[in-house]
């Protein structure tokens, strides 16, 4: 993959990038265009699709998108003339390649996650979190690539998976400091030992 902190003016393109902002626009002289903001996980670019007309598929806000076209400068600052776009379709693309990644490796901390699970002393509620977590491969898989959020705060690939073992880490952590009935609510919600 071309990262977009890699490309230069003057460059031509063919790379895949999270379309973060999908704007319908009119030049002065009345003629459309489309305004773009495209993502990895190195940053976001401005991208503009002067001519609306064959190779320019239909595409959305939030969809993974192939761009073909030349790297511009404009006003100081980098833009991507996109000549033919098409959207990905699934598989075509690793989505952790197109959102900030936490610093932590994923599979230690879904590993340290389901060390947690399997200190549940509730048997409902491990039963429960293992038929997630470690039965339901897919939804482990989904899980661990989900990010907290798609923007704002926590917008990163794997957050999701940090947040619960943060979460879990402090539960246990701060249960030991409790009295017996609030140690009784948290660790009856959490079901953390």
């Not at 293992?130 to 959020?149: E, G, I, P, W, Y």
């Amino acid at each position: 993959m071309r990262y977009l902190s890699e490309l230069r003016d003057g460059e031509m393109f063919k790379e895949t990038y999270l379309c973060k902002q999908l704007q319908i626009l009119k030049t002065k002289a009345g003629k459309s265009y489309y305004s773009l903001l495209v993502q990895d996980k190195t940053g976001i670019k401005d991208a503009k699709v002067w001519e609306l007309g064959p190779g320019i598929e239909h595409f959305d806000t939030m969809d993974y998108i192939h761009i073909e076209g030349q790297v511009t400068s404009f006003q100081g600052s980098l833009q991507l003339n996109v000549k033919r776009v098409r959207k990905c379709q699934e598989g075509e693309y690793d989505p952790a390649n197109y959102m900030p990644s936490t610093d932590k490796n994923v599979e230690d901390m879904y590993k340290e996650l389901l060390r947690y699970i399997d200190k549940m002393k509730e048997p409902h509620v491990k039963q429960l979190a293992q038929s997630f977590f470690v039965d339901d491969k897919d939804f482990a898989l989904r899980f661990k690539r989900h990010s907290a959020a798609k923007s704002v705060h926590h917008g990163f690939y794997g957050w999701v998976t940090r947040a619960h073992v943060r979460s879990g880490t402090f539960v246990r952590l701060s249960s030991r400091q409790l009295s017996n009935n609030s140690k009784r609510l948290i660790v009856g919600i959490c079901d953390v030992p």
